[in-house]
């Protein structure tokens, strides 16, 4: 399973740090994602780190968002910095075993930034 933490409020501008933690899952070979969701709007990728360390990141967080992995801690992170109120959404991780094709999913944290 996936363990998703580190959500919560700050002020545009402020930085943020989430956490993803696996479980019963192998993770050192599993490409990683994070998502965000709004309410009436489709889950929409924010940034994918694959077991090669290639990233992808959307296109409104380049430059603000890293996504960032440590496979002895089976942890993937996400360090979010400038926010701004449009990155108000709930973020969910996501792991793939490519071997599989089987997607897992945390349970998503809340960010809200506002003044």
């Known amino acids: 399973q996936l363990q998703a933490s580190g959500g919560g409020l700050v002020q545009p501008g402020g930085s943020l740090r989430l956490s993803c933690s696996a479980s019963?899952?192998?993770?050192?070979?599993?490409?990683m994602g994070w998502y965000r969701q709004t309410p009436g709007k489709q889950r929409e990728l924010v940034a994918a780190?694959?077991?090669?360390?290639?990233?992808n990141y959307a296109d409104s967080v380049k430059g603000r968002f890293t996504i960032s992995r440590d496979n002895a801690k089976n942890t993937v992170y996400l360090q979010m910095n400038s926010l701004k109120p449009e990155d108000t959404a709930v973020y969910y991780c996501?792991?793939?075993?490519?071997?599989?094709?089987?997607?897992?999913w945390g349970q998503g944290t809340q960010v809200t930034v506002s003044s």
């Open positions: 019963g899952i192998i993770f050192r070979f599993s490409d």
């Open positions: 996501k792991l793939t075993q490519s071997w599989t094709g089987r997607d897992y």
């Open positions: 780190l694959n077991s090669g360390g290639s990233t």
